[in-house]
C-alpha cells in the first residue's frame, strides 16, 4: 500500500463528526484569533484560524506552525513554499534535503532543485524563465526582482508534488496561488471587462425598447379611446 | 519592443520571423527557403482575397486613410479599352470617350489601389457591421494603438522575431486582430483557425507585449449575411500555438545552422488513410 493510499484512507478528523470535538477547536481558534501572536491575515477572524488548526491536525503540525505559515488567498489556502520544502525534507522520501544548482541568467536562467529518493534513485526538476514567461507567472513582479528565489521555489514545489505529493496534502504552495492570481487582475481580465461593458450596453437597449413598446402600447389604447368616444352617438 | 512607426510595407520587408515565416516553415524548411531565400524568388502578387483582407482592415481600422490608399471604380464607368481598341487606326467615338475617362481615372489613381464598387459596397456592409457589433464596437472605441510594429529576440533560438497586432490597448493586456472569413460561426471559425494557424498568431503575437493577457479575433464573414462574431483565444489554444511557434522556431534556427533546407521525406514513405477517413 502506497503512501498516498494510507492518506485517502485516514479516517476523517473528529470535529467533524463530534460536536463536542467541534465546539473545542471553535473555542481554540476564537482564541487563537484574538491574539496578537499569530500573523494579521489570521487575527480577528476565527473561521480562518480554525481552517488552519484542522489543516495542522490533518497535517500533524504544531498549530502555531500552521498559523504561521498557512495563507488564505482570495479564499485558496496555501502553504510557504519554504514551509512545503521544510515538511518535504523531514517527512518525504528523500534521503537528504532538497538542493539546487542555477544555469544561465536573465531570460535564459533556468534552477533544477535535486533530491535523492530512498531508493536511491537520483530526481531533478528544471524550472527556467521560459517556462515562468509561458506560464505567465512573470506578471508576477518577484520573477523580476528576485527570479532565483521564485524558481528555486518552483521547482522544488514541483518536485515534491511530484514525488511525495502527500505531503502537501495536494494544496499549492502560496507562491503558486499568487501567480495565478496576478493573472486575474482587479475587475476581472481585459475580455470580462469588455463582456460587462457590452451587458450593460444591451441591457440599455431592451430597456429602451421595452419602454417603446410600452408607448406604443399606450399611445395604441389613448387612439383606441379616443376612436371610440369619437364613434359613440353623443344623442343615444 | 515598439518599432517607430513604419508602413505595412515597410515591416514587410523587415528581415525577421513574423507569423507567416513560420507558416513556411511549417510547410517545410524547402518551403520557406524558396520562399524567403531562393535568389531566383519570384514574390507572388497577392490574390483577390488578400487585397479584400487589406481594404477591409484599412476602412474598419484607419478609415481616414482609405480615400488616400483605395480609388473606387465608378458604377457606370465605360469598359477599359483592350490594347487592339487603343491602336485602332479609327478608334469610335465611343472608344475615344473609354480611353479619355481612364486616362484621367488612372491619373487620379496614381499608385492608389483600385477597387470595384461592388467590393466597395461589400467593404461598406462589413463595416457596418462590425461596429454595430456590440463587442466589436466597444472593443474598436478603446484607446488603443493600432497596425503598431513589435520586434523581440526568441530567447530558446535567438531569431529576432517581429509582429504588428491590427490592434492593441494602451495598456497592452490585450491583443486584438480583424479577420475576414467565409464562415464566422464557432464552428467556421475553429476551421479558420486550424485552417490558417490562428493560435500560433495568438501564441507569438502575445510574446511581443510584455503586459499582454489576451488575443481576441473579430471575425468578419465576406459574404451576405456579412455576420460578426468576436471571439477570444482560449489558455489552450494559446498554449498550443505557442509549443507549434516553438516548435517551428527550433527548426528555422536548426536549418540556418547547418544550412540544409530539407523538403519532404526523400525516401518511399507508407500511405495510410487520413484520420478523419472512417473507410
Redesign the interface.
Given at each position: 500500500m502506497t503512501k498516498e493510499n494510507e492518506i485517502t484512507k485516514a479516517e476523517s478528523p473528529s470535529f467533524l463528526t463530534d460536536s463536542k470535538s467541534f465546539e473545542h477547536t471553535w473555542r481554540v481558534a476564537t482564541a487563537f484569533a484574538k491574539s496578537k501572536m499569530i500573523p494579521k491575515h489570521f487575527q480577528n477572524k476565527p473561521e480562518d484560524c480554525m481552517v488552519a488548526l484542522m489543516m495542522a491536525q490533518q497535517l500533524e503540525v504544531n498549530p502555531i506552525l500552521a498559523l504561521q505559515n498557512l495563507q488564505v488567498i482570495h479564499g485558496n489556502v496555501g502553504f510557504n513554499s519554504s514551509f512545503a520544502i521544510a515538511l518535504a525534507n523531514e517527512r518525504g522520501n528523500f534521503v537528504e534535503p532538497i538542493t539546487w544548482t542555477s544555469k544561465g541568467e536573465g531570460?535564459?536562467l533556468a534552477v533544477t532543485a535535486h533530491a535523492i529518493l530512498k531508493t536511491g534513485k537520483e530526481i531533478s526538476i528544471t524550472v527556467g524563465?521560459?517556462t515562468a514567461?509561458?506560464e505567465?507567472w512573470t506578471?508576477n513582479n518577484k520573477y523580476k526582482t528576485m527570479p532565483e528565489q521564485m524558481l528555486r521555489y518552483r521547482s522544488a514545489t514541483w518536485l515534491i508534488r511530484t514525488h511525495c505529493p502527500e505531503v502537501l496534502l495536494g494544496m499549492q504552495s502560496s507562491e503558486e496561488i499568487q501567480d495565478v492570481q496576478v493573472?486575474v487582475?482587479v475587475g476581472g481580465?481585459?475580455?470580462d471587462k469588455?463582456?460587462q461593458?457590452?451587458k450593460q450596453?444591451?441591457n440599455i437597449t431592451e430597456e429602451a425598447n421595452k419602454l417603446n413598446d410600452t408607448n406604443t402600447k399606450l399611445e395604441n389604447v389613448i387612439s383606441d379611446s379616443i376612436e371610440e368616444l369619437d364613434n359613440d352617438d353623443p344623442f343615444n | 519592443m515598439a518599432l517607430k512607426r513604419i508602413t505595412n510595407a515597410e515591416y514587410h520587408a523587415l528581415d525577421y520571423v513574423s507569423k507567416s515565416h513560420l507558416d513556411k516553415v511549417n510547410l517545410s524548411p524547402f518551403h520557406y527557403w524558396d520562399h524567403y531565400i531562393n535568389p531566383d524568388r519570384v514574390v507572388p502578387e497577392p490574390t483577390k482575397q488578400m487585397l479584400l483582407g487589406t481594404a477591409m482592415h484599412t476602412m474598419i481600422l484607419e478609415p481616414d486613410l482609405f480615400e488616400k490608399e483605395y480609388l473606387v471604380e465608378s458604377a457606370n464607368a465605360p469598359k477599359r479599352p483592350t490594347a487592339v481598341q487603343r491602336n485602332a487606326k479609327k478608334p469610335s467615338n465611343q472608344t475615344l470617350d473609354a480611353i479619355a475617362y481612364w486616362e484621367e481615372f488612372d491619373k487620379k489613381a496614381n499608385g492608389k489601389t483600385l477597387i470595384s464598387i461592388e467590393d466597395y459596397q461589400r467593404l461598406t456592409i462589413m463595416r457596418t457591421r462590425v461596429l454595430g457589433h456590440?463587442?466589436a464596437s466597444?472593443?474598436l472605441k478603446?484607446s488603443g494603438v493600432k497596425e503598431q510594429s513589435y520586434v523581440w529576440k526568441d530567447?530558446?533560438t535567438g531569431e529576432i522575431c517581429k509582429s504588428r497586432p491590427d490592434f492593441h490597448?494602451d495598456d497592452g493586456?490585450?491583443i486584438v486582430d480583424l479577420k475576414t472569413t467565409s464562415d464566422a460561426s464557432e464552428l467556421g471559425f475553429q476551421k479558420s483557425v486550424h485552417n490558417f494557424r490562428y493560435h500560433v498568431q495568438a501564441g507569438f503575437y502575445l510574446?511581443s507585449i510584455e503586459e499582454a493577457?489576451?488575443f481576441?479575433f473579430i471575425a468578419v464573414e465576406s459574404k451576405p449575411p456579412y455576420l460578426v462574431a468576436v471571439y477570444?483565444a482560449s489558455t489552450d489554444m494559446i498554449?498550443a500555438g505557442?509549443r507549434v511557434a516553438d516548435k517551428n522556431l527550433a527548426t528555422l534556427a536548426q536549418c540556418r545552422k547547418t544550412g540544409k533546407w530539407t523538403g519532404y521525406s526523400e525516401e518511399i514513405t507508407t500511405l495510410d488513410l487520413p484520420r478523419f477517413n472512417n473507410d
Open positions: 531570460d535564459n524563465m521560459d514567461r509561458k505567465n506578471t493573472n487582475p481580465s481585459p475580455v469588455i463582456n461593458k457590452v450596453k444591451i | 456590440p463587442a466597444t472593443i478603446m530567447s530558446q490597448t493586456t490585450l510574446r493577457q489576451q481576441v477570444n498554449n505557442n
